[in-house]
């Protein structure tokens, strides 16, 4: 099994950066794709960034150019860059890990407040 946690999140003025971790426990992270979710107050959760067990990267457009994901599996983590942050990026950031095949996951980690202040 794999558990996740985050960390990284905080409060930052319009223009600035925070990178996001997420560690993950359990043998199976290299065979995951990971995903960054974010959810504001009264809206759905959507897909902020995803990146496959390969590696290959996914980018929500709206931080298209401003967010980066990154793996590290030798450390079991996953990183989100973020970068020109602006007040519409203020959510709870959730990482996400989903495999298929035999032994089929889905799990999510508790979340982290990223409050972008004008």
């Known amino acids: 099994q794999v558990q996740l946690v985050e960390s990284g999140g905080g409060l930052v003025q319009v223009g600035g950066s925070l990178r996001l971790s997420c560690a993950a426990s359990?043998?199976?992270?290299?065979?995951?794709?990971m995903g960054w979710y974010r959810q504001a107050p009264g809206k759905q959760r959507e897909l902020v960034a995803a990146i496959s067990r390969l590696s290959t990267t996914t980018y929500a457009d709206s931080v298209k150019g401003r967010f980066t994901i990154s793996r590290d599996n030798a450390k079991n983590t996953v990183y989100l860059q973020m970068n020109s942050l602006k007040p519409e990026d203020t959510a709870v950031y959730y990482c996400?890990?989903?495999?298929?095949?035999?032994?089929?996951?889905?799990?999510w980690g508790q979340g982290t407040q990223v409050t972008v202040a004008s």
């Open positions: 996400n890990a989903r495999k298929s095949g035999i032994i089929k996951l889905d799990v």
């Open positions: 359990g043998s199976l992270f290299s065979e995951c794709g």
